[in-house]
């Protein structure tokens, strides 16, 4: 079972709806029960398993919050990746490499992804955010969580 640690005043519901006015979309419920109640915070365990050619795997370092972190503020972030990132999908945590696990919002989707900024589009070279660099984890948000697990070196 994971637990959240360092967790943030909980959001309310005005944070959430403000927010999603900002983001033109709506937040899946599973995402809004855990910012109401932990907003942001470190999941212990951390790790998981994504789909690329290699089957990687990464750690949550931090879930990102509504307030005013400076390195964990949701807001910042979208505002930050919204046009390095694939269209419909908003950060909701990193890892410790300056990676980012996104979240689908389109179709009442909630799908979990691995955002590699080594692979990112290069917009000095006119290419456009696509899913190139972008590897499914999972299909909930609600599903991500449970399935984090505890790191084992091989």
């Not at 079972?1 to 959430?16: G, H, Q």
């Not at 999603?20 to 998981?48: A, C, H, R, T, V």
């Not at 984890?137 to 984090?148: A, C, E, G």
Request: proline content about 5%.
């Amino acid at each position: 079972m994971t637990t959240i640690i360092n967790s943030k005043n909980p959001a309310t519901i005005e944070d959430i709806s403000n927010f999603e006015k900002i983001i033109s979309g709506n937040l899946p419920s599973d995402y809004k029960d855990f910012l109401m109640k932990y907003n942001g915070g470190q999941p212990q365990p951390n790790s998981f398993g994504f789909f690329s050619d290699r089957n990687d795997e990464s750690m949550v370092d931090q879930f990102l919050s509504l307030g005013r972190e400076k390195h964990s503020n949701l807001l910042s972030y979208y505002e930050n990746y919204k046009d390095r990132i694939p269209s419909d999908f908003i950060p909701i945590a990193h890892d410790a490499g300056g990676n980012l696990i996104i979240m689908e919002l389109k179709s009442n989707s909630n799908r979990i992804y691995f955002w590699d900024h080594e692979l990112e589009a290069d917009e000095d070279e006119g290419e456009i955010p696509n899913m190139e660099n972008v590897y499914y984890i999972n299909q909930s948000f609600t599903k991500f969580i449970n399935d984090l697990y505890l790191f084992e070196e091989k």
